[in-house]
């Protein structure tokens, strides 16, 4: 009888969980069809491509708000088994509700295992598709960026003129050895720019004591000269940071690679702790909303819960923000930015399951 009510949790959590997946799966889907609408607008791109372009980008979506989603599946299982008073059906069996959250832990952690192991590797390669595709139409010069052990380089376009910029090393807000090649629509050289030293803070860089090679001369100037662009150093980052698109092997190598460029990688290490502790952070969501429906009134209306699972999931997610920033600026290590939040609320959960077989 146990297993078989073991088989029974098990399917009704998983199809609350599939249920709610889909739903916010076809929000996202259809939210993210208007901004690619609006931004091929003007292009003379096929019909077809916005909606190929949400669903290549709606699970990467999807995927950061699996936490909420698990947090309400948990939630929408107990009032389920409320509803219906299968609940009954533990006391019954001379169980308890530690064994009903423990069935509701472990189901969230292995979803967890399957989302590093399964559904990231696929949302990531979609998400990087999805890139490339939106850089082929950009409007912004945008056509290439690339990240190797030369350094940065880049394409843009301005003016009708034609850059290839590459970057040795970069330090917020500079590029550091930086030689431009200059085209025009063409693709003739019109001339070659080298700098030891870029400020890139706004689209307007700042050349100080440039080297201009042109017409077989080199030309040393004492001043500071601007260079037009689409990029500063917010653009910069945010084009080659976009995490998303990288598995976790990926982001190993970019890792290794910022290393010997001695470029930060704090940005990586967070990204990729989010990703790998996932399904401890799932399986103390579900504690933690088992808690709270099995210590709630039952006269309470189902909206009630609901409700409370959505304002407790919005609580934790700007925690999570808080502490991501407090260890993106320094303030506290990488580590700790991504762990002190899961702690504390284990602490939360663990003295809730001591009284939870009173209820």
């Known amino acids: 009888m146990v297993k078989t009510l073991d088989r029974y949790f098990i399917s009704l959590f998983f199809k609350k969980l599939m249920m709610l997946s889909i739903i916010f799966f076809s929000l996202s889907f259809t939210l993210t069809i208007f901004e690619e609408i609006t931004f091929l607008s003007e292009t003379t791109s096929s019909f077809y491509l916005p909606f190929m372009l949400a669903i290549f980008d709606a699970p990467t979506t999807l995927l950061e708000i699996f936490p909420f989603i698990i ?34 832990a472990s189901c969230s952690f292995f979803f967890g295992i399957i989302i590093i192991t399964v559904y990231y590797p696929i949302s990531s390669k979609l998400k990087f598709i999805y890139s490339d595709i939106k850089n082929v139409y950009s409007d912004d010069g945008k056509y290439l960026k690339h990240l190797n052990d030369n ?58 004591n440039p080297i201009i090679f042109k017409s077989n001369r080199q030309i040393s100037l004492d001043k500071t000269i601007v260079l037009n662009t689409h990029f500063n150093i917010d653009k910069i980052n945010s084009a080659f940071q976009n995490l998303n698109s990288f598995n976790l092997f990926e982001l190993i190598d970019i890792k290794n690679e910022n290393k010997l460029l001695g470029y930060s990688s704090q940005d ?51 925690i999570n923000n808080i502490f991501n920033i407090f260890g993106l600026t320094n303030k506290i290590p990488i580590y700790l930015s991504i762990f002190f939040p899961m702690i504390f609320l284990g602490i939360i959960s663990t003295i809730g399951l001591i009284r939870i077989n009173e209820k």
């Not at 059906?89 to 509700?97: F, G, R």
């Not at 009708?160 to 040795?168: D, K």
């Not at 990586?268 to 401890?280: Q, T, V």
């Open 71 to 104: 947090l309400i599946t948990a939630q929408l299982f107990f009032i389920d088994l409320i509803k219906k008073k299968e609940n009954e059906l533990i006391k019954i069996n001379n169980l308890n509700n530690l064994y009903l959250i423990k069935i509701l």
């Open 151 to 208: 350094g940065i380089w880049i394409k843009d376009e301005f003016s009708n003129e034609i850059y290839i910029i590459n970057g040795a090393t970069k330090k917020d807000p500079f590029l550091e050895d930086v030689f431009i090649s200059k085209f025009n629509a063409d693709f003739d050289l019109i001339e070659n720019i080298f700098a030891k030293n870029i400020d890139i803070t706004n689209n307007k860089w700042l050349i100080k």
């Open 268 to 318: 990586i290490d967070l990204h990729f702790l989010k990703i790998i502790s996932l399904p401890i952070y799932f399986t103390i969501l579900v504690i933690i909303s088992s808690l709270i429906m099995l210590n709630i009134k039952r006269n309470k209306p189902y909206i009630f819960h609901v409700l409370l699972g959505i304002s407790l999931s919005v609580i934790i997610y700007y």
